[in-house]
């Protein structure tokens, strides 16, 4: 039976016009090629926004939600009914997020809710939960998961958009899933009291996470805690998302309406209880609301736009397939990714949580996408014809596994960091070694930074536990295999320092063009026919004076703005520690962003061309100075002066006698320690490409039908 029968046979066109948009037929309308192969067109004079971390972005989505009047769309990865969207969560109670869908289901408002279906034996996001704990909220609350991992079904890849629609006037997509572990500020602060927050409590029970330590557990018991804030350090999450309001709203809607009618059919085609959505093109759109200038009332301020008046054309990307829309492969975000890199004069800078591509198409090598064919390319052009180029990359210094890099449960861990140094600096056919055997200095156009931080845990103020909920109190679950050995009077002060996690999906080319969505820089993303995704291509058409390689430039405001923000945070030049308040920063669009954000002072003047060798040798000096005293104080791992396992042994702590994160030497003296501490600036750091060059990281790992290689490239 055809879930669209019990429609009628009046409404036969109408059926047929929803049936070819289940099956994605619809896509491009007229039969036209969208530029990089995209379902959608590029959309004119949008309002975009960035948002830098989470606690801006949960701010505006909480504020945003809070504002619908019709209809709501959330598709995650994966999503914490329990979640904070504002802190502390003790003034809060009403924002957290089921509170929040509940009050409005109450409302009348029509919520739908896609989430990835885990494989729980290799997840622990239990989604089955999210759906559970949403759907008894309210009838106006439907959840499906997908996809089913039965025959005929796929095993293997994850939906992995993070969207947000309401009213399909305003949406949000992004890096960030609205769940646990995402919560944060500029300041990144390692630790839970913190003098930032008046030492109240910030992230409650499963929230106060590290997944390089311990991985999520039974996470409707979201009041466990499951590392101890008198030792561990939290793993702090550096990620960006944008809102927009105009045409590529509806772009945004249409994914997620062919997705969800995609699920139904599949999985709930006899369901009553499913809705059928239906995409309204523009014409029935602004038919059904007559644009028109309109007040945005957010916090207590107003706002005068029109929806489509805004200054930023916008493309909407994605990666879908068969398996995950029923559709012929889309890769439109690889396609714009390699199309960007091709044609930048002069700057491109990138922020992902992976770095796993090719330089070549070989059927030997089985990572298949050629971004880093086109930045060996385009570095080769820009040697050839002498022109001022560079690169500048940031990602994690470690993925995120709970274990230690030699760990006998280090397996996965290894095999990714494998990949991405092949495609990095080794292997034979690395971004580097493609350079050098075309006679090209790599570090004269490409290097590589991570970020890192350090914190100072105070036991009596955790103790005190200011600001922490009855309700969020309960057993703790502690990882057995954390040592358990630092006390109060630690002389070394209870300083921890944790890689700043880097879930960034991020390309910023010459201050102009940018790409912010869900998707990694590897085949799992980029392929199209592997993980979902969805990206936006970003043009503002409003523009800055500038600089690019010594000359004067118009830059584009939305590009040049985030650019100059995240360095702001990366260099220390920002000081971003407030969870309470909040700032014009966390409002939705078209609210624009504080004014502060688009001046340039004396402090940081330096951030005005990214591609001059004045900017870089700032970068550079600040990554390089922070990364030596993190070597000295902590040993911290991954380093690039650690190349073989002996050297590893030699340089990591006896975690049988200090904590990990702690101190390296039980016996440093406070003063001295945080006299080093105290030259730190920013959080960036060097990304080690050297680190365990003369070991085999890829290991024994036995891959077949049920564990291909494809799950780790």
């Not at 998961?145 to 958009?161: I, M, Q, S």
């Not at 996470?219 to 466990?224: D, E, G, I, Q, R």
């Not at 209880?273 to 957010?298: A, C, G, I, T």
């Not at 014809?385 to 990602?395: S, Y």
Request: hydrophobic content about 35%; aromatic content about 12%.
């Amino acid at each position: 039976m055809n879930i669209l029968d019990s429609i009628g046979d009046a409404a036969g066109a109408f059926v047929g016009a929803i049936e070819n948009f289940i099956s994605g037929d619809s896509a491009g309308g007229s039969g036209k090629v969208n530029r990089f192969g995209s379902f959608a067109s590029s959309r004119r004079n949008a309002h975009v926004k960035w948002f830098i971390d989470g606690k801006d972005y949960f701010f505006a989505v909480s504020e945003a939600i809070s504002h619908a009047q019709k209809e709501i769309f959330i598709e995650d990865w994966w999503l914490s009914p329990e979640l904070y969207l504002r802190r502390p969560h003790a003034n809060n109670q009403e924002y957290r997020l089921d509170r929040l869908l509940k009050k409005k289901a109450e409302e009348g408002v029509k919520i739908y809710v896609v989430v990835y279906k885990e494989i729980s034996q290799a997840l622990t996001l239990d989604s089955h939960h999210s759906k559970e704990a949403l759907r008894n909220l309210h009838p106006n609350i439907t959840v499906q998961r997908h996809p089913d991992h039965l025959v005929g079904g796929t095993y293997f890849w994850a939906h992995h958009e993070k969207i947000c629609v309401i009213d399909q006037e305003i949406a949000f997509i992004g890096g960030l899933d609205l769940c646990f572990g995402r919560y944060d500020t500029g300041g990144h602060q390692l630790v839970d009291y913190h003098q930032h927050s008046n030492y109240v409590e910030i992230w409650p029970g499963q929230d106060y996470s590290n997944p390089r330590i311990k991985d999520f557990i039974d996470v409707k018991k979201h009041w466990n805690c499951l590392i101890s804030k008198f030792e561990t350090a939290r793993m702090p999450w550096h990620d960006i998302s944008i809102g927009l309001i105009g045409r590529p709203v509806q772009d945004i809607a249409r994914h997620f309406i062919e997705r969800w009618n995609f699920i139904k059919k599949e999985k709930g085609e006899n369901r009553p209880d499913l809705q059928v959505l239906v995409y309204k093109s523009d014409f029935q759109h602004d038919r059904e609301n007559p644009p028109h200038y309109k007040d945005y009332k957010y916090f207590g301020n107003n706002i005068k736009a029109h929806p489509y008046k805004g200054t930023v054309n916008v493309q909407i990307l994605r990666s879908s397939s068969k398996w995950s829309h029923g559709i012929e492969t889309e890769k439109s975000i690889q396609n714009a990714y390699i199309e960007t890199i091709k044609n930048a004069h002069h700057f491109i800078y990138i922020e992902n949580q992976f770095f796993i591509t090719a330089t070549k198409e070989s059927e030997k090598f089985p990572v298949k996408n050629l971004i880093g064919k086109a930045i060996v390319e385009r570095i080769q052009r820009a040697a050839r014809n002498n022109e001022k180029f560079r690169i500048i990359v940031c990602m994690p210094l470690l993925p995120s596994f709970p274990c230690e890099v030699n760990s006998k449960d280090a397996g996965t861990l290894r095999l990714v960091m494998h990949y991405q140094y092949r495609s990095i600096s080794r292997g034979g056919h690395s971004i580097f070694e493609a350079l050098r055997n075309s006679g090209i200095d790599p570090e004269k156009y490409i290097s590589f930074f991570a970020l890192r931080n350090y914190g100072r845990i105070r036991p009596s103020a955790v103790r005190e536990a200011k600001g922490a909920l009855r309700e969020e109190t309960g057993e703790s679950i502690a990882d057995p295999i954390v040592p358990h050995g630092v006390l109060d009077d630690d002389s070394t002060g209870n300083f921890v320092t944790e890689e700043l996690y880097i879930h960034t999906k991020l390309l910023i080319a010459d201050d102009r063009y940018v790409i912010i969505g869900s998707a990694n820089l590897n085949d799992r993303s980029q392929l199209g026919n592997h993980d979902s995704e969805i990206a936006a291509y970003i043009e503002d058409t409003d523009t800055i004076d500038s600089q690019l390689a010594g000359r004067h430039y118009k830059a584009a405001k939305f590009a040049v703005t985030l650019r100059r923000q995240i360095f702001r945070e990366h260099l220390g030049l920002l000081n971003d520690t407030e969870h309470e308040r909040a700032t014009q920063n966390s409002y939705p669009p078209p609210y624009p962003h504080d004014p502060a954000v688009g001046k340039i002072n004396e402090t940081d003047r330096i951030l005005i061309d990214p591609a001059s060798d004045e900017f870089y040798k700032f970068w550079l000096s600040r990554a390089t100075t922070n990364t030596l005293i993190y070597r000295d104080v902590f040993h911290c791992l991954p380093d690039d002066t650690v190349t073989t396992w002996k050297e590893y042994d030699a340089f990591s702590p006896d975690y049988q006698k200090i904590a990990l994160g702690h101190v390296a030497k039980p016996d440093a003296d406070f003063n001295q320690v945080e006299s080093q501490l105290s030259k730190i600036k920013g959080h960036l750091v060097q990304f080690p490409t050297r680190f365990m060059e003369k070991e085999q990281l890829q290991g024994s790992v036995v891959f077949d039908s049920v564990t291909p290689m494809e799950l780790f490239t």
